[in-house]
């Protein structure tokens, strides 16, 4: 079983910075792919971010593309989305996600592709 914790939300103003990490373990942490996905109040699951396993490939959702940065690094066996340029929109619970795929150079959207989910973690941009 894959265990996966996220940290790092918190409350910003609109145009600030902030970092959310996500670490895995029970499973060798370069065999999964791994997302960020986020959910607001009254809204449906939107993704966010994937890096490949190998890390050399990316994908973003529409609304962060050239504002959030994905990476991983898997000798210390963690993920990071950087969010810059933050606005009240996207203020939602964020959600770390791990697929075990067999292709290493990958990404996915598809919320099915990732078998292990970690506890949100709230983000909220004031404006």
């Known amino acids: 079983q ?3 914790v996220t940290s790092g939300g918190g409350l910003v103003q609109a145009g600030d910075s902030l970092t959310l990490s996500c670490a895995a373990s029970g499973r060798t942490f370069d065999s999964l792919l791994m997302a960020w996905f986020r959910q ?4 449906e699951r939107e993704f966010v971010a994937a890096v490949s396993r190998n890390g050399g490939n990316t994908n973003y959702g529409d609304s962060v593309k ?3 940065i994905i990476f991983r690094d898997n000798v210390k066996k963690l993920m990071y989305l950087v969010m810059t340029s933050l606005n009240p929109e996207d203020t939602a619970e ?3 996600a791990a697929g075990a795929v067999s292709n290493t150079f990958m990404t996915s959207g598809d919320p099915r592709v ?3 989910w970690g506890q ?3 983000v909220t941009v004031s404006s």
Request: glycine fraction near 10%; charge should be positive.
């Open 2 to 4: 894959v265990h996966v």
């Open 114 to 116: 990732y078998e292990y």
């Open 40 to 43: 607001a109040p009254g809204k």
């Open 120 to 122: 949100g973690t709230q």
């Open 66 to 68: 050239s504002r959030f």
């Open 94 to 96: 964020y959600y770390c």
